[in-house]
């Protein structure tokens, strides 16, 4: 079983930045790949970025290359979603997952609670 927390979400304007921060306990965080997600009212839920166990591995959403950062820290069991250039269509709650798997769709075994993001023009 792995537990995650969401923190950082907040609102910030268009332009602005925001690093959000996702906290593992539980078994062995090194061994799972985590992935960011978000979801706005009213549309699916859609990965945002991805990274794999050692980090080695990135992937990022279309609408948020060159915008948005991935990382972990496995000694912390962290990992962060620095999101820079914010525009009002990034607002969504975001979510943190792990998976054993590097997988890039929504099959993800483990998911937090989520963190809102709100970005006002």
């Known amino acids: 079983q792995v537990q995650l927390v969401e923190s950082g979400g907040g609102l910030v304007q268009a332009g602005g930045s925001l690093r959000l921060s996702c906290a593992a306990s539980?078994?062995?965080?090194?061994?799972?790949?985590m992935g960011w997600f978000r979801q706005a009212p009213g549309k699916d839920r859609d990965l945002v970025a991805a990274?794999?166990?050692?980090?080695?591995?990135?992937y990022y959403a279309d609408s948020v290359k060159g915008r948005f950062t991935i990382s972990r820290d496995n000694a912390r069991k962290m990992v962060y979603l620095q999101m820079n250039s914010l525009k009002p269509e990034d607002t969504a709650v975001y979510l943190c997952?792990?998976?054993?798997?590097?997988?890039?769709?929504?099959?993800?075994?483990?998911w937090g609670q989520g963190t809102q993001v709100t970005v006002s023009s």
């Open positions: 997952a792990a998976d054993r798997l590097f997988v890039l769709d929504s099959t993800y075994d483990y």
């Open positions: 539980g078994r062995t965080f090194s061994n799972y790949a």
């Open positions: 990274i794999s166990q050692s980090g080695a591995s990135t």
